[in-house]
């Protein structure tokens, strides 16, 4: 292509596309072999692209089987949804459970009757009781009551006034 | 009685009822479904696993799918969005275990007669993947059949109108490109 035909390179291009040129082309192409010979191989190639676009998406055809497959895949998807739509339930369930036990027991925590207070003083009392033999334990014979006494002595040293004897 | 099992009961007396139904809009829908698919990826194989996947969504969320226009519009941009995604994580794959390399795979291309069809073809669907996103989105999605305007503009959000100006600057391009 010249480069005064340079300018009529995208009206070429249509004119192969849509097969209808514009009048100044047409003048054009009048007195230009070159781009008379150049639209004749854009209208080629049209005609080849045409021919061949249609298969870059219609080349092929789904397999015999397809509708069965996927009804096959579809149905094994719907098993699956069922199985996790069970377990789901469960969860819940288990969940609910525990949350209305949880519940259950703060409420009865809070509501249940607390203990009078005569009764906490008398079991304080209770508590802090001691027998009156308690006492007793702590006498000067408390050390007999432990120990086993050794032949010849005695643990009640109790000293003998000598004036008295005389 | 329980909620779970009555539950359990109203599945089993719909399930007949949904799978008749969802197996119709299957067999209204596969062909184009299988076609977004394949545009975007170039392989039988992985359109198949996409379509799939994609009407396996569908199923899930069939109960809100079941008009046949709902269904057929939800089905094609979900089915394209998946491709895209797929695409996406191949040429990652790619570049990362070629990175070294300057070989490229072979695509995979079906439907071509003959040798010199699929050599053209690869041509074709490389110049298509060099094609700006915005481009070839919407010729990849028109070569479907079945696919207007106004589907394509559906999928990708835009109006009829944008959609046709777009597949011509792309086939304009591509013009330029085969030569």
Not at chain 1, 101 to 125: D, H, N, W
Request: charged fraction near 30%.
């Amino acid at each position: 292509m010249k480069n005064e035909c340079e300018k009529w390179k995208d009206q070429l291009l249509e004119t192969a596309l849509t097969g209808t040129a514009s009048a100044d082309f047409e003048t054009h192409l009048r007195s230009c072999t070159i781009c008379s010979k150049e639209l004749d191989a854009a209208r080629a190639r049209k005609a080849r692209l045409d021919e061949l676009l249609p298969l870059a998406a219609r080349g092929a055809e789904p397999p015999v089987d397809f509708r069965a497959r996927v009804l096959a895949a579809s149905e094994a998807v719907r098993e699956g949804s069922r199985a996790r739509r069970w377990r789901l339930w469960t969860l819940a369930g288990a969940t609910a459970a525990i949350v209305v036990l949880m519940i259950g027991v703060t409420i009865y925590r809070r509501t249940a009757p607390a203990f009078p207070k005569e009764e906490l003083a008398m079991a304080q009392k209770l508590a802090e009781w001691r027998a009156p033999s308690d006492g007793l334990l702590r006498t000067p014979g408390q050390e007999m009551l432990r120990t086993m006494p050794r032949l010849g002595k005695s643990y009640l040293n109790v000293p003998v006034k000598k004036d008295e004897e005389e | 009685m329980t909620g779970a099992f009555v539950n359990a009961l109203i599945l089993k007396a719909e399930a007949p009822e949904t799978e008749a139904g969802f197996g119709e809009r299957i067999a209204e829908n596969q062909r184009r479904v299988f076609q977004i698919a394949y545009s975007v990826l170039g392989n039988s194989a992985d359109a198949e696993d996409v379509a799939q996947e994609a009407f396996l969504r569908a199923y899930q969320k069939y109960a809100s799918l079941r008009e046949a226009e709902k269904f057929r519009a939800w089905v094609n941009r979900i089915v394209f969005r998946l491709a895209l995604n797929r695409r996406r994580g191949h040429l990652r794959r790619l570049t990362r275990d070629t990175a070294w390399q300057f070989t490229e795979a072979p695509a995979m291309i079906d439907g071509a007669k003959d040798a010199e069809q699929r050599v053209m073809l690869e041509r074709l669907r490389k110049q298509i993947e060099l094609l700006p996103e915005k481009l070839r989105s919407v010729l990849q999605l028109s070569l479907v059949e079945e696919m207007e305007a106004a589907d394509v503009g559906a999928v990708l959000g835009i109006p009829a109108g944008t959609v046709r100006s777009r597949v011509h600057t792309a086939r304009k391009l591509l013009l330029e490109a085969m030569k």
